[in-house]
């Protein structure tokens, strides 16, 4: 099978070639300018590539409702040219094929369950953690949506008492994304995040806080792995740190296998980064399925 994948991101659209065993044949990348100028030269790729469906993995927030009148757009996004898009509808016109739809995060964990180390999990989350924070969540067989989708980037944490920083997301004054996505560390700390990379004061607060979420995210939905990546988590002296705090907060409360070992159950991704790409492939195939 032929399958198309787009990794559709705000700065850039990765767009793939390849099949239901996750096997990419080819990819290109393309600058996330607007849709007049973006999507007709994905149009052509996918066209001149004869896919039999096409998996979209999209930045959001996003309507994946199929019963919903704007289902397939992207809907209230601070990318004002990609606001209110039907970004499906346009695909599913151009190319005149079946076409799979959901979040970039929850594309990240169907990839991983599919094709990596979460394959045969009921339950697992994949959280970036890079210019934005977002999670998706697999849960009991399927990519969890319901109300919208899980936009478990923005959960609330506890600051720390000597954190004076404000935090840079909008909408919420301590929330995970405002407190520890790439830019607020830069600027908290006044510096590119690579280039702290020395600074362990920088990596425990960060830890501190992304730890905070993960016991929440344990405590309601219980998955049985949680994989971490993003920009930020290149920086790996973060997972023992992480591991710990959650270890420290959760404070023995969990006893699981899981927790026993927690050095195999927060975890980097799998899959070379690829997959999110992967995890389009799957949502294609299932749309052609279906
Ligand atoms: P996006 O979220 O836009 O898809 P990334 O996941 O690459 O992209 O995240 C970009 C963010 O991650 C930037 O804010 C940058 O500061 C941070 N970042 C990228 N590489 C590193 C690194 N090696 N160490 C720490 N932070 C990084
Ligand atoms: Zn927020």
Sequence with gaps: MRLGALEAGGTKMVCAVGDETGKIFEQI???TQTPEITVPKMIEYFKNAQVEALGIACFGPIDPDKSSASYGYITSTPKLAWADYNIVGEFEKALGCPVGFDTDVNGSVLGEVTFGQAKGKKCAMYITIGTGVGAGVFIEGKLLHGMLHPEAGHVF?????????????????????GHAAGPAIEERWGKKAIELKDKEEVWDLEAYYIAQALCGYILTLSPEIIILGGGVMHQEQLFPMIRNYVKEMLNGYIK?????????YIVPASLHDDQGIMGCLELARKAKEE
């Design 29 to 31: 990348s393309l600058p």
């Design 157 to 177: 944490i506890q600051k720390r008492e000597n954190d004076t920083y404000a935090g840079r997301c909008p909408y919420h004054k301590n929330c995970l994304e």
């Design 256 to 264: 699981t296998e899981e927790m026993e070992h927690i050095e195999n």
